[in-house]
């Protein structure tokens, strides 16, 4: 048999359904592309509405001496920032923030594994503790204040109560500068520890069993499963709940404001209460815009810092 050469017709029909193919493909794709445009819109949308554009506009606002009665709005640079910057109002109540933040993240992680671990080492009626610890979550935050405020009452609050069956002294707890941070720390770890408690709780259900039976034929016992096996493995779930609870911890606002009735101290005044003072109370909002800005740099500051010294501690092992 010998082969025929292709006629000039067929090379023809050839390319032009090769063209036709190419052009059925392009306009398939973008037919999809814009589908997918379609259902992003939405999210654009809001994305822009209530994200991007306050973003935007608040930093435009901090470059002015804008008022909350409508005045001024007139430019003057960084001026917001140098008084926010020698502010010593506003260092105070972010020191403030930082040692509310202290005081609440590291119960908030201890006291979430140990309830993780009891859980999940098989405590009896395991649904009932978990709708218990995760419950407190699930109310808002004016619920728990004033869950609080009757504990810490001073004449009829449970906290008095348990204190005076102890034979100590009742407290101030809400009036008394000295512990009523401490007071806000205790109602901010008995409503949020929950979150973290599901967090771990999810955590130590990925660690192989495989491990934990291994682990009892060589011998060891409970404790030593839990130093050698459980703990190391939960390592990344801690930096996790960690970073996430210093970053919640930092947004200090909502119980504070309710327990104390509105009021403000030098003990328990936080940035972002000092904030809204600052813009809804002295309506100066430019100069609140500014204090949120600078307080959102040194967030970020945290987090860049947090990152390297995690990133650094993987690279070591």
Do not use: C
């Amino acid at each position: 048999m010998t082969a025929t050469a292709p006629t000039t017709t067929t090379i023809v029909t050839g390319r032009a359904a090769t063209r036709g193919a190419r052009r059925h493909a392009g306009a398939s794709h973008r037919s999809e592309q814009l589908i997918g445009w379609v259902f992003l819109a939405p999210f654009l949308v809001a994305f822009a509405l209530f994200l991007a554009w306050p973003i935007l506009h608040g930093l435009y606002l901090s470059f002015t001496d804008q008022s909350l009665t409508g005045s001024g709005g007139g430019f003057v640079g960084v001026a917001n920032y140098v008084e926010a910057l020698t502010d010593p109002v506003m260092w105070g109540s972010f020191g403030n923030t930082v040692w509310f933040t202290v005081l609440s993240t590291i119960p908030l992680v201890i006291i979430a594994l140990i309830m993780a671990v009891l859980v999940d080492r098989g405590l009896p009626g395991q649904w009932l503790w978990r709708l218990s610890f995760f419950m407190p979550y699930l109310l808002a935050s004016t619920v728990i204040s004033q869950i609080w405020i009757w504990i810490f009452n001073p004449q009829i609050g449970a906290a008095n109560n348990v204190l005076k069956a102890l034979g100590l002294e009742p407290i101030a707890w809400l009036q008394d500068p000295k512990v009523n941070m401490l007071a806000i720390v205790i109602a901010t770890v008995w409503w949020t520890v929950g979150f973290n408690f599901l967090l771990y709780l999810a955590a130590l259900q990925n660690i192989p069993q495989q491990q934990y039976e291994a682990a009892a034929l060589d011998g060891a016992g409970g404790w030593r499963q839990l130093w050698s096996i459980t703990l190391p493995q939960l390592g990344p779930a801690t930096t996790l709940i960690g970073l996430l609870q210093i970053l919640a911890s930092l947004k200090l606002f909502d119980q504070a404001y309710q327990m104390l009735g509105g009021l403000s101290s030098d003990t328990t005044r936080s940035i972002v209460q000092y904030i809204y003072e600052t813009g809804f109370v002295g309506y100066r909002f430019g100069y609140s815009a500014a204090i949120s800005y600078v307080f959102f740099a040194i967030i970020i500051i945290l987090g860049v810092v947090q990152a390297l010294i995690t990133r650094r501690r993987k690279d070591v092992r």
